[in-house]
């Protein structure tokens, strides 16, 4: 069990080792703004420790599709060089969570009609004929017309309403 107490800056190295992403990244995402470091007088670049939360932050959100620019508007109100407190984190929380319910929404809604037809006018699913005959849904408009995006429980042909980045139209 370590009893030292680890340094509270970073060298990128040892970000990139404790946060499992390249030194490429990490230099992307501070380029993006998304991460912030200082220079020493060395001119080697400095992580407040809290920067591994970020990062973890960061790579979970990108996995399940939020757009780097929604991340970056989301933690851009985070303090850029002190652990951020309790109840920042509960405010971010708090502003981002209607997006991310609508993202859930959306993909547990993708999961679940995955398997059947959804109007799109492929007509190449069994059910095709019965929930959509002769591709009347087209008669709707463009996209998938039976593909429930709405989280308020409308249908809409490309997520546009829900301002989501999944092109489904
Ligand atoms: S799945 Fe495309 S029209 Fe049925």
């Known amino acids: 069990m370590p009893t030292d107490k680890p340094p509270s800056e970073m060298s990128v190295g040892q970000v990139a080792r404790r946060a499992g992403v390249p030194v490429s990244t990490l230099h992307f995402y501070e380029a993006q ?16 420790r809290a920067v591994l939360r970020l990062i ?17 508007d989301r933690l851009a109100k985070l303090p850029r060089h002190r ?31 995955l398997t059947g037809c959804i109007g799109c006018g492929c007509l190449s699913v069994a059910e095709c004929p ?3 005959p002769g591709d009347s849904a087209a008669e709707e408009g463009p996209g998938a017309r039976l593909f429930k995006t709405d989280p308020r429980g409308q249908n809409s042909s490309a997520g546009a ?4 980045d999944l092109d489904i139209g």
């Open 33 to 48: 703004g998304l991460i912030h470091s200082h220079r020493t007088a060395g001119n080697q670049r400095r992580f407040p």
């Open 161 to 164: 309403s829900s301002g989501l």
């Open 83 to 113: 652990p951020v407190t309790l109840a920042e984190w509960s405010a971010l929380a708090t502003d981002w969570r209607a997006e991310l319910d609508e993202r859930i929404t959306l993909l547990a809604r993708l999961r679940d009609q």
């Open 56 to 72: 973890a932050i960061i790579r979970v959100a990108q996995k399940t599709g939020v757009p780097l620019a929604q991340i970056k």
């Open 130 to 132: 019965l929930r959509n």
